[in-house]
């Protein structure tokens, strides 16, 4: 564990119930220096703002460009000094730039086993098309939407009465405890990419996360 927690910057866009759960990890690997929203007026900032944590808004819609509104992300992200971003519940793309300021480290969380359901409306996808599991995927974000290297998958199963509050509510339950997690051991420096696949550098954690 290294002995000063690494920096990263939360990207967000809604509640913040993901924000909440890396806040409240006893893990200190890690430290959030920054909160960055796309929108202002969100439960997510009320969050960061309780634990006090630096919040800024770049708002979506202030932006000429999505390389522009990247810029103004990274830009406000370096300016804390983060080693890394952490997409939860980020509802915007991000240029390719992004991944360039942050080699193989952005980590996203999607509500769905991927490459199954991409996109916004996972949870809806899902039950649109019956599947009976459907779960949670952790994965390093690269220039395409939902698709870059995947830490963790863990599955959720669906039950025939779901709709898609009580499945959404039950993958999050798996979100909530799996995300940290995973953030932690990127801090540890336990994960990495090596030819487009994750390696982790102790196997035994791996082998309790997947
Ligand atoms: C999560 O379920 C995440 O997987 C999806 O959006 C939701 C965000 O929820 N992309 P919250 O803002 O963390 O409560």
């Known amino acids: 564990m290294p002995s000063v927690p690494v920096s990263l910057a ?50 979506w819609a202030d932006y000429a460009s999505r390389d522009e509104f990247t810029t103004a992300v990274c830009d406000a992200a370096q300016a804390h000094g983060v080693a890394g971003l952490v997409l939860a519940g980020f509802m915007r793309i991000l240029s390719p730039s992004a991944m360039s300021r942050f080699p193989d480290a952005i980590i996203n969380v999607h509500p769905a086993l991927l490459p199954s359901f991409p996109g916004a409306n996972a949870v ?22 939902d698709h870059g290297p995947i830490i963790v998958q863990q599955p959720v199963r669906v039950n025939d ?33 090596e030819s487009g696949r994750v390696r982790w550098k102790t196997p035994m954690h791996a082998g309790r996360m997947r």
């Open 10 to 59: 939360v990207l967000v866009s809604g509640e913040g119930s993901n924000l909440q759960a890396l806040i409240d990890h006893p893990d200190r690997a890690y430290k959030i220096a920054v909160v960055i929203s796309d929108r202002s007026g969100i439960g997510a900032l009320g969050k960061a703002l309780n634990a006090g944590i630096p919040a800024e808004v770049v708002e």
């Open 124 to 145: 809806e996808q899902a039950l649109e098309r019956g599947v009976t599991y459907t779960g949670v995927t952790v994965h390093f974000v690269d220039e395409q939407v």
């Open 161 to 193: 009465d779901d709709d898609s509050e009580t499945l959404h509510s039950r993958i999050q339950e798996v979100e909530h405890d799996l995300f940290p997690e995973v953030v932690a051991a990127f801090a540890r420096g336990d994960i990495h990419v």
